[in-house]
């Protein structure tokens, strides 16, 4: 199955090294030097994903982004961008991007990210998707967490943070994306209220015998779901 990728970058060498490397994981790639060309490319052609540099000539990533959500707006994408200050994240994510990688980073690393990406692309939730944690059924429409004949009414901000924590299962959920996406800020305030939340979510995923379940906290970054046997 053909994978089809758009790749944004300015640096020849950079750019060059990123085609090669995913071309070699089998990935189709079509490469634009800016943001303009990106674009063009975009409304020509259809992409799984988009990887985009923020400081491009002509039109920089964040603007090409809007226009790629304008355009098609399931179609996801990442940032990639030398600028590591906390407002440019907050913007990218904003503008709906999955991830916001700085350079330098390891291109293994993006690799794994583009492979989760495309899975849960693939796979993306109706609105009345049900989640298996363990031997939680999570109802993410009707907001309920079931097990057995428990059944935990969640609160709209408990149902959307767990949703991000079930779709990324087994994979770090960043801070500041749950905080953009749920509490569209990022702030010392609401990171505080996210720790509340994340609190309540550990007591209600508490009581399966069979399954541990955590929401471990992965220090400065954000927290990952984990499902294991007892025992």
Not at 60 to 63: A, E, K, L, P, V
Not at 196 to 201: P, S, Y
């Given at each position: 199955m053909e994978r089809k990728v758009l790749l944004a970058e300015d640096d020849q060498n950079f750019g060059m090294m990123l085609k090669s490397f995913l071309q070699l994981q089998d990935f189709t790639v079509d490469w634009a030097i800016n943001g303009v060309e990106a674009l063009e490319k975009f409304r020509r052609h259809k992409y799984d994903m988009g990887i985009l540099d923020v400081m491009m000539p002509d039109m920089?990533?964040?603007?090409l982004a809007q226009e790629i959500n304008r355009?098609?707006?399931?179609t996801p994408f990442v940032f990639l961008t030398a600028k590591s200050l906390k407002e440019d994240k907050i913007k990218g994510f904003k503008l709906g991007a999955i991830d916001y990688l700085v350079k330098p980073?390891?291109?293994?690393?993006?690799?794994?990210?583009?492979?989760?990406?495309?899975?849960?692309?693939s796979?993306?939730?109706a609105e009345d998707e049900k989640f298996q944690i363990g031997n939680y059924i999570f109802d993410s429409e009707k907001?309920?967490?079931?097990?057995?004949?428990?059944m935990k009414r969640l609160s709209p901000k408990e149902s959307a943070l767990l949703q991000l924590l079930a779709e990324k299962k087994g994979e770090l959920l960043s801070r500041e994306e749950a905080l953009i996406k749920i509490w569209k800020e990022d702030t010392y305030f609401t990171a505080q209220s996210m720790n509340?939340?994340?609190?309540?979510?550990r007591k209600y995923l508490s009581l399966d015998m069979e399954y541990l379940i955590e929401i471990e906290n992965v220090h400065g970054s954000g927290f990952i779901l984990e499902v294991r046997r007892r025992g």
């Open positions: 920089d990533g964040f603007s355009i098609s707006p399931n980073f390891d291109p293994d690393i993006l690799l794994l990210k583009i492979e989760a990406i495309l899975r849960q692309s796979q993306m939730p907001r309920v967490l079931q097990l057995k004949d428990y509340v939340f994340i609190t309540k979510l």
